[in-house]
């Protein structure tokens, strides 16, 4: 098992694992796990070998579900609200493990998943009355963590917030930098009066984010397009120009490169939501998405109808990066070389809703 990868894959019909080594053409694949519940998004830790799985919903009971380090499983959904219909993001924060809910909350853990509460200030933010669901409803599907007590968070279709103090208070993140301010000052400066303009604001509807590999560095896909902050999410500066769509789901980052992003633009929100030609391709910046190319080796270049969502993009530590994505026709490519050639390295699973390395 040395310099072996193990892959999480949260589909339509359960949770999945696959290992595959640095020159293996394809995964070995075990599963499904959870019941055959769909799994939206599913984490792991190396060191112990636990993992969580995030879903449920439907037929289906929501909730969390953990395998340990002897290889058991168990389920929780113990201080879930009624109200909470799936789990749709999970993340690890020191000690304590985050979840992300439909509709949109956030849930902590401080004993290893078996129990759960809310924590109840991201809903208490101005406004938070008036958000609107996306396409697949309110949801929160992404949570960063610093390690230092900041948290972000995505919600679909409310925007981007931001915690200094581990989830005890919140501010929304919305405000596009890249628009010239008073006397041409980059960004606006909103702190003396300068009055916020709608048009100011970024579309509402994050699609993904990732950390990039420098303090206050984060990337977003966006409903809209593509964007960067450099300062922790106070203001956005769009990056799409050079992409062939600004519709997409998934966005990763490199883990040592702070220029190095990949995204994968679809051809558009009501055009089909396949690769742009039906030719796939992964797009990578090498100077922060200032440029973009598309890396096409290896990928299917006819009749591509594939979509690939929000969290079915993942990157591993390594460098060369190890990048990965899933589809909803169920394959999985893998790139080990920062994006230069791929391969199909599973394929004919369920609809792949998640994929994350284990690391």
């Not at 310099?3 to 696959?18: D, H, I, P, W």
């Not at 799994?39 to 969580?52: E, F, K, L, R, S």
């Not at 000052?185 to 009055?195: A, H, K, M, Q, T």
């Not at 230069?340 to 792949?352: D, N």
Request: glycine share 14%.
């Amino acid at each position: 098992m040395e310099n072996r990868v193990e892959l999480l894959m949260g589909t339509s019909k359960g949770l999945f694992m696959a290992t595959a080594g640095p020159k293996d053409s394809t995964a070995r694949v075990e599963g499904p796990f959870c019941d055959g519940a769909p799994i939206n998004h599913a984490i792991g830790d190396a060191t112990t070998g636990q993992v969580w799985a995030a879903g449920g919903g439907g037929w289906f009971p929501m909730g969390v579900w953990r395998r340990d380090a002897a290889g058991g499983w168990s389920f929780s959904n113990q201080g879930f609200d009624e109200e909470v219909q799936s789990i749709w993001s999970l993340a690890r924060d020191g000690d304590r493990l985050l979840a992300g809910t439909k509709p949109a909350a956030l849930y902590e853990s401080r004993d290893n998943g078996t129990t759960w509460a809310k924590l109840p200030a991201l809903n208490q933010v101005p406004g938070a009355a008036d958000w609107q669901p996306g396409a697949a409803g309110l949801t929160l599907h992404t949570i960063l963590c610093d390690g230092k007590g900041g948290l972000w968070v995505g919600i679909s279709a409310a925007g981007v917030f931001a915690s200094p103090d581990g989830g005890h208070s919140w501010t929304q993140h919305n405000r596009r930098g890249n628009r010239p301010g008073p006397a041409g000052s980059l960004p606006r400066d909103w702190g003396d009066g300068v009055e916020f303009r709608a048009e100011d604001e970024i579309f509402s509807c994050v699609h993904n984010m990732a950390f990039g590999a420098a303090p206050g560095l984060i990337y977003m896909q966006n409903h809209q397009g593509v964007y960067r902050t450099r300062d922790a999410g106070s203001y956005w500066e769009e990056v799409t120009e050079g992409l062939p769509s600004t519709f997409g789901f998934p966005i990763g980052a490199h883990p040592s490169d702070p220029g190095m992003v990949w995204t994968f633009p679809l051809n558009g929100d009501s055009k089909g939501r396949f690769p742009t030609d039906a030719a796939a391709a992964v797009w990578r910046s090498r100077d922060g998405g200032e440029t973009w190319e598309p890396m096409r080796n290896g990928l299917p270049q006819e009749a591509c109808y594939f979509t690939v969502l929000r969290q079915a993009m993942a990157v591993g530590r390594t460098s060369p990066a190890a990048v990965y994505f899933g589809t909803n026709t169920g394959s999985v490519f893998a790139s080990r070389d920062d994006g230069e050639t791929w391969s199909e390295i599973i394929r004919h699973m369920p609809t792949i809703f998640s994929v994350e390395v284990v690391q």
